[in-house]
């Protein structure tokens, strides 16, 4: 009973860490954070913040995650202090309104076509020279799975996964890993560093840079990935995870 109440529990963070978008219809409404709001709440809440920093920063699908100093925002509220942002619709904030835009495991839950029009957004709401870090899952790193020749990390990355989603596997294979990346966590469309480094490109974003989790060259945008804490294992995390930062022209 306990080892099943351990998996409960890191099948739960996982979930919630990826930022996982159930149900996005009236079930949605119904159960959108334990702590409903009415859109003045929300409009308030931007209002006082954009007031009261200076340097702003806006981070998408925070989940549990409270960044301090940041505008947290999320599509299921699970706090009190994040507030309602559907990624996929225009952005509640005007044209230039921050200096720092952050996401972590969430442009995965969209279409790629969502994910563009996410990342339009995020364009237009930067202020010139304001930067964007989306950390996300790696397509290449889950595909590298089935080399024949596999390290230590990518042979526990496997047992380590199948032990959480798949634990009535008979065997410990590729197969399963790449089917609960898109099946059981919900993801839409995981990206390599080629394909989000054009998608950024594309709407407008320059100069991108490819970093590890808690690593940046800027102050603001140094450990403030959480995911490694959320499943409890951080190699686990690096493997899995790319980060990549832009900025948007001066």
Known sequence: MRAKQTIYRLVSSFLLSFGLEVHRTRSAER?????????????????????????????????????????????????????????????PFEDGSFEYVFSEHQI???????????????????????????????????????SQDKSDLQQRYIKWFIDIFFPEASAYRESFVINAAFLKIGHRFIYDRATLKSAMEQVGFIDVISYTPGESDDEFLREIESHGKAVDNEDMNRFETMVLEAKRPI
């Open 108 to 146: 995965e839950h969209l279409t790629y076509k969502e994910g563009l029009s996410m990342l339009r957004e995020c364009y237009r709401i930067l202020k010139a020279g304001g930067k964007i870090r989306i950390a996300t899952p790696d397509l290449m790193a889950l595909i590298g799975l089935y």
């Open 31 to 91: 159960h959108r954070g334990r702590f409903p709001r009415k859109r003045s709440y929300h409009s308030k809440a931007i209002k006082n913040y954009l007031s009261s920093h200076q340097v702003r920063k806006l981070q998408i699908g925070a989940g549990d995650s409270i960044l301090e100093g940041w505008l947290n925002t999320d599509y299921i509220p699970s706090h009190r202090r994040v507030i309602f942002l559907d990624a996929t619709k225009r952005f």
